[in-house]
């Protein structure tokens, strides 16, 4: 009975499919950013998903159905979400001068400023974020990553 031949710790290969390490790498890397920008938010007041909705509408108007799809989540958590921003005064609901049956939001001169805030927010975490690696390897992974989100986002929306 021969024994096969085995390789250098250096070049062995991974014993699980490529696709059983990439799920549980992006779930945790998922949490942890969303735990992240959770504290970031918190300490300003927000909650998670509402940095994105205030990004996600202007001052003209959008519908929740469009507002949901843009974020792709549901237009029953955008409803959510709004309830809180409008609380605050950050959004308004306004009726669609061309379609009376309609509800538009928008964003408020509170909401803009607030936006701003948890802009420079973003790009502080961001920055934090980036500092662990060289410029040429974040570029890279970052072009990575908004592709792989694209592909995702698309799959999500077939699936719905």
């Given amino acids: 009975m021969t024994s096969m031949p085995t390789r250098p710790a250096s070049t062995s290969v991974p014993t699980e ?18 735990a992240l920008q959770g504290m970031k938010l918190a300490a300003l007041g927000f909650h998670n998903g509402q940095d994105e909705l205030l990004m996600a509408i202007d001052t003209k108007g959008e519908t929740v159905s469009n507002v949901a799809e843009q974020l792709s989540i549901r237009p029953s958590t955008v409803s959510k979400m709004m309830d809180r921003l409008v609380a ?15 509800t538009l939001i928008r964003i408020t001169p509170d ?3 607030a936006r701003k805030m948890l802009i420079r927010a973003r790009s502080e975490l961001d920055l934090e974020i980036a500092s662990a690696m060289n410029a040429e390897r974040c570029a890279e992974i970052t072009q990575e990553l908004e592709e792989f989100a694209h592909y995702i986002a698309g799959r999500l929306r077939r699936l719905r």
């Fill in 88 to 102: 605050k005064g950050l959004v308004e609901r306004i009726g669609d001068s061309r379609d009376g049956r309609r």
């Fill in 111 to 113: 909401g803009i400023e």
């Fill in 17 to 34: 499919p490529q696709g059983e390490r990439l799920v549980p790498a992006l779930l945790s890397i998922s949490k942890s950013m969303r």
